[in-house]
């Protein structure tokens, strides 16, 4: 097999800072190449340099593609050539149809014209490529993420993708349709497609990749061939963090406590479709010192049922109760939750978790400013004094706690939101996906943060889709499925295919 | 870990963005004085910077800088208010109204129209934060709504004239000491100098400036990043200059203009309601990011509903100092100044897709689009001419701030 991409000594500095050292990559044609390298490790720099959103002359090195050095001096340059990228955020315009986002930018018409008969039957025939199975008519808002992404990937063959690159194609994807999406790289491989993969989820790249690549602080650790010998993701993960990790999560030795905190029959209701119920009778209990997961598919209402537990947040017509060490909680509006005791870290820190034109200070304080303040006056140096206190024990690695917090990395940023919710005093701690897209590194210490407040006698309730992080964290695991729970068993005694099966069980049933 | 290494050049950058903040905010000010140097070097005899149209230019301007700081925060929470210049006439109105046909007292004509004010932004609040309508449009409405209600409720007359009390709003000065004889003759050459004005001067710019070296004694006690101390003081000495040199320039004609000291007072006050306060804060983070500021606790509808009612109770103020100044209510009092209003917010900085915003930098934005109106005048070019340069300043300086911050 011959290299279809050569990039040799890519060095690219920002001011200041030198994103990119040395870098090597080597792709050979009809391979699926992963990239892996903890948050800062300079994956998406690199790509920027190989798709010319860098442009060439702002970087040292060379691009060789296909056999020739290539200078990209914008996206359209490497597009062009059949260097596609599809990136973690996809990029689809909601409002259109399947098939007007298919061919956005590059579109069948002539003399700017749609020719619309060309452009549904060209849609179709790339729909039934990447399995997708909708009408081209449908608008994209109307899909799932799982559909878009292979919306996106239809877009990309659309333009005759010779090279395509995936930017964490998987991050907000659940296991099934994962699993599809690697299923369906597999099959372009096999008819002669070359991909690089770029994804935190180590399990998925052993799965598929040919070869791996591991950046660390912006330079090549090695290149990782998987026909020599398997890898194991312990091995990916030594080379990323540059030592060995012998464990994933930290250990833990807890004195669980008596009853803490207590949801009972707890039902609520669509927001905009009443009567359709997402919650359905929900119960729960988490005691002193202790930590309980809820596992469950994308879409199973883990997300909907602490939304509504925080000051009715989502939905409506929200019936059931809640008990917080005994006495019953009003939690009619979410100032009421937080001062309760409740809090509730978000799932999308970006969207709902952050401020994030504002300094790590001001982003600190946010949802307890009364706690800096006197007569409704900010005492700033209080201010300053709590910031740097979260900020060492937390270790947020920032210059400064007046830096804005959109210049901080994933995990740096998800301590600052601990940090807002730490200041709150809760009794009762929500996490809803509390690693996502965050590196290893970063994941390990959030959960030596969530340990410790187990250990001050904090219930927590930690959501996420991750089944090992749950295993890794939890005393106690909740399933939980389309809005009810369907099964609860000690961390202990569960596994991966426990929960999928207690799962699978309830569609059983239904059938 | 390479993170020292890494450390001191992030640290470094941030200095390098402060200092960015800083020159940014200097910029404008320096673009203020350029302005008004250019009109001085181009008007004949240098009347721009004479006395009495000094004290002209504050009085004519007054309005915007009031209404700015309302729209400030309307914009910083997100929204917009494009009834201001419709309720500063409907108040005019109404206030005209009750003084010359109700005969009832200004002073408590002032607190009616203030409270009408306040109670109009507050309805559209209500349709804003509760309602949640676009502000857009529910402020386009209020627009036509009350430019039409003033309209008939005024049918095309003229209403007043007003008791002096009520004009020196708006054209009034504060009474000199220099009125006692003693005084006058002890002063004897020197008597002719308004001197409280000077004396108010000088005293504001000493207490700004102990007041920034006491700020940053305290950071620097604190362990906060400070500015330079050579660049604080150089800024203050200008800073000082400037305003003993204004109230220098004011005191050679009548004094101190009441209406400058009300500006100075709210300017003063919403700053520090910006800065200081959990309120501001709110605001500011409701600006940036709604739906992190709501889970986190703030009731982002109430303080929408606040702003609202607040700009409405600055542009009942503002409708108050037009009638003042004029003398009378008319029914196109007030049209299209919420154009002016939020050219100057945003010539001053302020983002258009809200959180982001000084108090500082939108009165000096007001006192540009001040400067040049009245430079503009002087040089006695037309008035169709003078929004044809409006509009290039203001694409000028939004130009200038998002090449800055793609830079950035």
Redesign the interface.
């Known amino acids: 097999m011959a290299a279809i991409l050569e990039m040799r000594g890519i060095t690219k500095t920002f001011p200041g800072v030198k994103a990119l050292s040395d870098v090597n990559l080597m792709v050979e044609e009809g391979e699926i190449h992963a990239i892996c390298g903890e948050n800062g490790a300079g994956k998406s720099t690199l790509m920027k340099v190989l798709s010319g959103v860098h442009p060439a002359g702002t970087y040292q090195g060379d691009i060789v593609y296909r056999g020739e050095v290539r200078k990209f001096a914008a996206i359209g340059d490497s597009e062009h050539l059949g260097i596609i990228i599809i990136h973690q955020e996809l990029a689809l315009a909601p409002q259109l149809s399947i098939a007007e986002n298919i061919f956005l930018g590059n579109e069948t018409a002539a003399g700017g014209v749609i020719d619309w008969t060309q452009c549904f039957q060209r849609a179709r025939a790339l729909m039934t490529k990447v399995g997708l199975r909708e009408s081209p008519n449908t608008l994209i808002t109307n899909i799932g993420v799982g559909k878009q992404q292979l919306v996106e990937i239809a877009k990309a063959l659309a333009k005759q993708v010779k090279l395509l690159i995936l930017d964490e194609p998987t991050a907000s994807l659940n296991e099934a349709d994962s699993a599809a999406l690697l299923n369906l790289l597999l099959e372009f491989k096999a008819q002669g497609m070359t991909s690089i993969l770029i994804s935190h989820k180590l399990n998925e790249i052993a799965k598929v990749a040919d070869k791996i690549t591991i950046l660390r602080d912006g330079s090549t650790v090695e290149t990782l061939d998987t026909a020599k010998e398997p890898i194991l993701e312990s091995r990916i993960i030594k080379g990323m963090v540059g030592r060995e990790m012998t464990d994933r999560y930290p250990p833990r030795n807890v004195e669980i406590g008596a009853e803490l905190f207590r949801i009972d029959d707890w039902w609520v209701e669509h927001p905009q479709h009443s009567g359709r119920e997402v919650i359905k009778g929900v119960s729960l209990h988490v005691r002193r010192g202790e930590v309980i997961g809820i596992a469950g598919l994308m879409g199973a209402g883990r997300t909907e049922l602490a939304m509504s537990v925080f000051g009715r947040a989502y939905g409506r017509n929200i019936r059931g109760t809640a008990t917080l060490e005994g006495r019953k909680l009003d939690l009619s509006t979410i100032e009421k939750a937080i001062a309760q005791g409740l809090a509730y870290v978000t799932e999308d820190r970006k969207v709902l978790g952050l401020v994030l034109t504002e300094e790590v200070r001001t982003n600190i304080t946010l949802a307890n400013l009364e706690g800096v303040s006197q007569q409704g006056v900010i005492d700033e140096a209080r201010e300053v004094a709590v910031a740097s206190r979260y900020r060492q024990a937390l270790r947020i690695r920032t210059p400064s706690i007046h830096q804005r917090v959109v210049n901080l990395s994933g995990g740096n940023q998800q301590k600052v939101v601990l940090a807002k919710w730490l200041f709150t005093e809760p009794k009762v701690l929500i996490l809803d996906e509390p690693t996502r897209g965050i590196d290893v590194g970063a994941k390990y210490e959030i959960y030596g943060i969530i340990n410790e407040l187990a250990a001050q006698g904090k219930g927590v309730i930690v959501l996420s889709s991750e089944m090992p992080e749950l295993l890794g964290v939890c005393d106690r695991i909740y399933v939980m499925n389309e809005g009810r729970f369907v099964d609860e068993m000690p961390a202990r005694e569960a596994s991966q295919e426990k929960i999928m099966a207690s799962i699978m069980r309830q569609y059983g049933t239904k059938s | ?3 020292p290494a ?2 001191t ?6 200095r390098s963005e ?1 200092l960015k903040d800083s020159l940014r905010d200097y910029g404008l000010l320096f673009s203020l004085l350029l302005i008004v140097a250019f009109f001085y070097v181009i008007t004949e005899n240098h009347v721009s910077v004479a006395p009495v149209n000094n004290t002209n230019l504050v009085m004519q301007n007054s309005y915007v800088v009031i209404m700015a700081l309302g729209m400030l925060l309307v914009i910083v929470v997100g929204h917009i208010d494009l009834s201001v210049g419709s309720i500063v006439g409907f108040v005019g109105a109404v206030a005209g109204s009750l003084i010359v046909y109700q005969k009832m007292p200004y002073p408590l004509v002032i607190v009616i129209s203030l409270a009408i004010g306040a109670a109009i932004g507050a309805a559209q609040g209500v349709l804003v934060a509760y309602g949640r309508m676009p502000s857009f449009i529910v402020t386009l409405g209020g627009m036509l709504i009350f430019r039409g209600l003033t309209g008939s409720m005024l049918l095309g007359q003229f209403v007043g004239p007003f008791p002096r009390g009520f004009q020196d709003i708006a054209s009034g000065f504060i009474s000199n000491a220099t009125e006692f004889a003693w005084i006058d003759k002890a002063l004897g050459a020197w008597g002719h100098l308004k001197w409280v004005s000077l004396i108010v001067g000088v005293a504001g710019a000493v207490v700004m400036f102990a007041m920034s070296l006491r700020r940053w004694t ?1 950071a620097r006690a ?1 362990n ?2 400070a500015e330079p101390l050579l660049l604080l003081l150089g800024k203050n000495i200008v800073f000082a200059v400037i305003i003993i040199a204004v109230a220098y320039n004011l005191a050679l004609y009548k004094g101190l203009p009441v209406i400058l000291v009300i500006m100075g007072a709210l300017t003063l006050f919403y700053g520090f309601v910006t800065t ?4 501001g ?2 605001i ?2 409701i600006g ?2 709604s ?9 982002t509808e109430r303080l929408i509903f606040l702003t609202f009612a607040n700009m409405g109770l600055l542009a009942g103020l503002a409708g108050l100092v037009v009638a003042a100044r004029l003398n009378s209510s008319t029914p196109s009092a007030g049209n299209s100044f919420e154009l002016d209003v939020i050219a100057a917010c945003f010539i001053g900085g302020v983002s258009a897709s809200g ?2 915003g000084k108090v500082m930098n939108v009165v000096i934005g007001a006192l540009f689009m001040g400067v040049m109106n009245n430079g503009m005048s002087l040089i006695g070019l037309g008035i169709f001419w003078q929004q044809v340069v409006k509009g290039l300043v203001l694409l000028a300086a939004v130009g200038i701030d998002v090449y800055q911050k793609s830079k950035g």
Do not use: I
């Open positions: 870990m390479t993170a890494l450390n050049s992030a640290t470094r950058e941030m402060l305290r604190g906060m990043d200081r306060t959990v309120v804060r709110r500011y983070a940036g990011n739906l992190a500021a709501r889970l986190s606790g703030v009731k959180g982001v």
